[in-house]
């Protein structure tokens, strides 16, 4: 069973850089998936935020693309979301999750989610 | 970018059927997928490929994609589906490539 666990920090001060890992267990991420961050504000929608293919080059969201940077940890097994500059904009749950790429990309698989604050 | 419309709620008493619609433009030319997001959980996939169900969802789900409208149908609405879902389709025009919709809230009275 494929399971995915995100850790990091709580609280983030703003104009820090909110860093966030995600574990896998079940499945390597280095098979044929990609990994992915998406973010849900309070009260609000999900919005995807960027994803990594192992071997490949990462993608995200053009909204957040300047801050954003995602890394894969094959060693591990985990991968990795930073976003600098942090704002009270960025407070929400933060979820990892699994998907292939192109009209067939669902997200399969899905963390807990982890919820962020940014504030000082 | 590319924009996905849903209604805010629908509500509805138990066994009654749900219909859940997500529009945007030629959406029947693209894949729509549908999650379930129960208060305080992590979404869930429910529907992919437009009206295909993942192992484990109940036959109670169903979709259809045409035109400019993607419907996520809830047969005999039971208490335990009483939860938020939102559409997701791929989309390179912009280079947002998931998009998701705004979400309804599904209440069952």
């Known amino acids: 069973q494929v399971q995915l666990q995100e850790s990091g920090p709580g609280l983030v001060q703003p104009s820090e850089t909110l860093s966030l890992t995600c574990a896998v267990s079940?499945?390597?991420?280095?098979?044929?998936?990609?990994w992915g961050w998406i973010r849900q504000p309070p009260g609000k929608g999900l919005e995807w935020i960027g994803s990594?293919?192992?071997?490949?080059?990462?993608y995200s969201s053009p909204s957040l693309k300047s801050r954003v940077t995602i890394s894969l940890d094959t060693s591990k097994n985990q991968f990795s979301l930073k976003l600098s500059s942090a704002t009270a904009a960025d407070t929400a749950v933060y979820y990892c999750?699994?998907?292939?790429?192109?009209?067939?990309?669902?997200?399969?698989?899905w963390g807990q989610g982890t919820p962020v604050t940014v504030s000082s | 970018s590319y924009v996905l419309t849903q209604p805010p709620s629908v509500s509805l008493a138990p066994g009654e059927t749900a219909r859940i619609t997500c529009g945007g433009s030629?959406?029947?030319?693209?894949?729509v997928h549908w999650y379930q997001q129960r208060p305080g959980q992590a979404p869930v996939l429910v529907i992919h490929?437009?009206?295909d169900r993942p192992s484990g969802i109940p036959e109670r789900f169903s979709g259809s994609n045409s035109g400019n409208t993607a419907t996520l149908t809830i047969s005999r609405v039971e208490a335990g589906d009483e939860a938020d879902y939102y559409c997701?389709?791929?989309?390179?025009?912009?280079?947002?490539?998931?998009?998701f919709g705004p979400g309804t809230r599904v209440t069952v009275l």
């Open positions: 990594f293919y192992h071997g490949g080059s990462p």
């Open positions: 079940g499945y390597s991420i280095s098979s044929d998936y990609y």
């Open positions: 030629n959406i029947g030319r693209k894949s």
């Open positions: 490929y437009d009206s």
């Open positions: 997701q389709v791929w989309d390179t025009s912009s280079d947002h490539y998931f998009v």
């Open positions: 999750a699994r998907h292939r790429w192109g009209s067939s990309g669902n997200f399969d698989y």
